[in-house]
Antibody, heavy 122, light 109 residues
């Protein structure tokens, strides 16, 4: 059973870089067919897909965030990471990692982390 | 500003049915799969429907999904107080990547 756990600093200063980690257990992040997504949700608002890093290490980012986002994977630690640069208050949100972990699901993320709250403030 | 449009809210009495629409385009729903998520306050979203109309294990058959053209619908029958939550559709957009709908709050009267 796949389990995801996000972690990172809860407070980031404006203009700095937000860095989060998603610890993966129950599956290898390099398992074929897995696309590991980051999603965020500002307070009181809807879900926004940030991007994914695939099992092969390829990435695909939301065009609106592409210039500021870097996603990577650490296969030795079985962890994913998200970096978002030049943050502003608009980047304050709950950040989730998620994946479609079940082999017969073509489209849908059936495993989510519990989320980690990030506040951008001086 | 999401490219998938949902009604902000829907409501019905217990036992009744609600339908949540999700309107997109040929760049997303019209040519790709749709999924639906349920989210209770303070918790992570949960997958309700994948591949347009399939339910993950453990999801009651009161929840069903359908797709027609560039629109999708989530039906909830036999509405229960425990169904009060926010619901989001999602689809892959050929230009934007994964996109979520604007979200719909379901209220049980």
């Amino acid at each position: 059973q796949v389990h995801l756990q996000e972690s990172g600093p809860g407070l980031v200063k404006p203009s700095q870089t937000l860095s989060l980690t998603c610890n993966v257990s129950g599956a290898s992040i390099s398992s074929a067919g897995h696309y590991w997504s980051w999603i965020r949700q500002p307070p009181g608002k809807g879900l926004e897909w940030i991007g994914y890093v695939s099992y092969s290490g390829s990435t695909h980012y939301n065009p609106s965030l592409k210039s500021r986002v870097t996603m990577s994977e650490d296969t030795s630690e079985n962890q994913l990471s998200l970096r978002l640069s030049s943050v502003t208050a608009a980047d304050s949100a709950v950040y989730y990692c998620a994946v479609g972990a079940t082999w017969y699901i073509n489209y849908g993320m059936d495993v989510w982390g519990q989320g980690t709250t990030v506040t951008v403030s001086s | 500003q999401s490219v998938l449009t949902q009604p902000p809210s829907v409501s019905a009495a217990p036992g009744q049915k609600v339908a949540i629409s999700c309107s997109g385009s040929t760049s997303n729903i019209g040519n790709n799969y749709v999924s639906w998520y349920q989210q209770f306050p303070g918790t992570a979203p949960q997958l309700l429907i994948y591949d347009n109309n399939k339910r993950p294990s453990g999801i009651p058959d009161r929840f069903s999904g359908s797709k027609s053209g560039a629109s999708a619908t989530l039906d909830i029958t036999g509405l229960q107080t425990g169904d009060e939550a926010d619901y989001y559709c999602a689809a892959w957009d050929n230009s934007l990547g994964n996109v979520f709908g604007t979200g719909t709050k379901v209220t049980v009267l």
